[in-house]
Every structure is written in structure tokens, then in C-alpha cells.
């Protein structure tokens, strides 16, 4: 049965904040799922500059524990059949704004053993049911988030994870994320809303509609629609098209999802957008200035 955010045993995670030095964790509570016991532990806080720690440790026997340690943790899904794989997904989270999730992916045999993915910025998570095995995990990549722009309007393309019974683990759901190529005709309609979007008046580098329109290709497994768009709604008050391609797809390289799941390879971007040998070092910094034009 598919558990969406908060399991029953976590719902005793809401302890009241008590800021004082605490020797030893003080245990909430202990479950089982399945064969495999829960418990659930708060480590105070110092001071009150930091936040309480809560611990999740997993033990089962012939098998080393697990321990989780975050500010928060939500219960996603379980299967207490250890026979079956994973058998829980649970989601921590180390508090402050716009950061940071993370999905640990447990199974119980033959041993424990888990499989960690960085969600980030993430904090929506999309699970649907399949015949055998987890779900389809889906949420969104925010690798590009505050690049050359707020968070608020930063692009996250989303990504859709599948079980791998062979494997053990989530890889890419490939099949789920392809999509077919824009038209000519789409295309031409980005290009116009690129148009419409105004920059600032003092950068040379293009709006971030740009950037999301070529992720969200990239993403469904169409990077040449991304290269056609760049290349055809490309303005010269944009700046150097060339700098742009080059700090964008050393963005995307960057990218621990990218990395982690083989997104560039199995979504066949890399030929489009190949790690750049070298990178320019106003790629790490703001966008570039416009010079100013002088009137004498």
C-alpha cells in the first residue's frame, strides 16, 4: 500500500523544541515494518542557534543498522514483505528555506541496505503504483536552481525514477520521461514567447524562459529541439551565444542528478550538449555587464 508523506510512527516526530545539551538521543518511539524494527530518536540542540536532530535507525537481524540523521523525516511508502524490494522510502529533510530533501531507499534482504538520491529543492513527490516492484518515483531537478535568477523563477524540469529488480535500485524511468519532438510550429511559438521576454537592461545574457524551454526538451529525451530553439530565437542583446552554450552545459554536467542517474546518456544529450573541455571563468559568476554606450 502506497503511504504519501507522514507514516502513523512518524507522526510522534512532533516534539516541542526543547534547546538544551542532551548526552544521549531520546527515543520517541519503535515500531516494526515487517521483520525489521523502527526507532525513532530526537538529539537536542546545542543552542539556540541550531535545530533538534531526528534520528532514524533501522535494525534488523543478521544485518548492520541503518541510522538516518536529519531535521525531519516523512514516510513515503512501505511493503513490509521482505521478500519484496524496497521495501521502504523515506524522505529527510534538513530544514531552512528552499533546502534540502533527500529520498533513502530501503530494502531488508538479503541484508539492509539502502540507496540514497539528492531530491534538493524538491520537496513534491509524485508515486505511482506498479504490478511489481516500487513505484515510479517522480519530482524535479533543481540543478539550475539560482542560476542567473531567483529561485522563485528557476527552471526544474521533472524527472520520473523506475525500480530495477536486477539491479536493486531506482535508475531513469526512460520510457516514462521520452516525449516526441516539438513541431517546426511549437518551436516557432517558443521562439516568439522568447521574444516577448524582456531582460535586463544591464545584462548581457538571455531570459530564463530560455534555459527552462531547453531543459524541458533536454528532459524528454530531446536535446536537438534545445539546440534548435537556442539557435534560431538567439538575440544579439543577449550576449555571446557561445559563452551561454558553454555555461549551460557545464550547468547541466554539474548537476548531481545528471551525474548520478546518466541522464545525459540515456536521454542522448550529451552529443548535443558535450561536457565543455574548458570553462570560462565568467561562467561562475553573474551575468555579464553590458557596456555602456556613449553618447559623444
Not at 551565444?241 to 542522448?268: E, P, R, V
Amino acid at each position: 500500500m502506497l503511504m504519501r508523506w507522514c507514516a502513523p510512527w512518524l507522526l510522534y516526530l512532533a516534539v516541542s523544541q526543547v534547546w538544551a545539551v542532551e548526552a544521549e538521543p531520546q527515543k520517541l518511539i519503535t515500531s516494526t515494518v515487517g521483520d525489521t524494527s523502527v526507532q525513532v530518536s530526537v538529539l537536542k540542540a546545542k543552542s539556540q542557534s541550531d535545530d533538534d536532530k531526528k534520528i532514524v535507525t533501522l535494525t534488523r537481524e543478521g544485518s548492520q543498522p541503518i541510522t538516518l540523521r536529519n531535521f525531519d523525516f516523512d514516510v513515503l511508502y512501505t511493503d513490509p514483505d521482505p521478500t519484496h524490494a524496497p521495501n521502504m522510502i523515506v524522505v529527510g529533510r534538513s530544514g531552512g528555506a528552499n533546502c534540502c530533501h533527500t529520498l533513502h531507499i530501503i530494502s531488508f534482504a538479503p541484508s539492509l541496505h539502502k540507496q540514497d538520491i539528492e531530491a534538493y529543492n524538491s520537496d513534491q513527490f509524485d508515486m505511482q503504483e506498479v504490478a511489481h516492484g516500487g513505484p515510479v518515483l517522480g519530482f524535479f531537478d533543481f540543478s539550475f536552481a539560482f542560476w542567473y535568477h531567483s529561485f522563485a523563477g528557476s527552471p526544474a524540469p521533472p524527472v520520473s525514477l523506475s525500480w530495477d529488480a536486477v539491479q536493486g535500485r531506482y535508475v531513469l524511468n526512460v520510457a516514462g520521461m521520452r516525449k516526441p519532438a516539438p513541431s517546426d510550429v511549437e518551436l516557432e511559438e517558443d521562439t516568439q514567447a522568447l521574444l516577448l521576454e524582456e531582460v535586463g537592461t544591464n545584462d548581457l545574457w538571455p531570459p530564463a524562459l530560455l534555459w527552462r524551454d531547453m531543459l524541458t526538451y533536454i528532459y524528454s529525451g530531446n536535446s536537438a529541439s534545445a539546440r534548435t530553439l537556442m539557435d534560431t530565437a538567439w538575440q544579439p542583446k543577449w550576449g555571446e551565444k557561445q559563452l551561454f552554450f558553454t555555461c549551460f552545459s557545464q550547468k547541466l554536467h554539474a548537476g548531481w542528478l545528471w551525474n548520478y542517474m546518466d541522464i545525459g546518456h540515456l536521454m542522448k544529450a550529451d552529443g548535443d550538449f558535450p561536457k565543455p573541455i574548458s570553462v570560462p571563468e565568467s561562467c561562475t559568476q553573474s551575468a555579464p555587464e553590458r557596456t555602456p554606450t556613449s553618447h559623444i
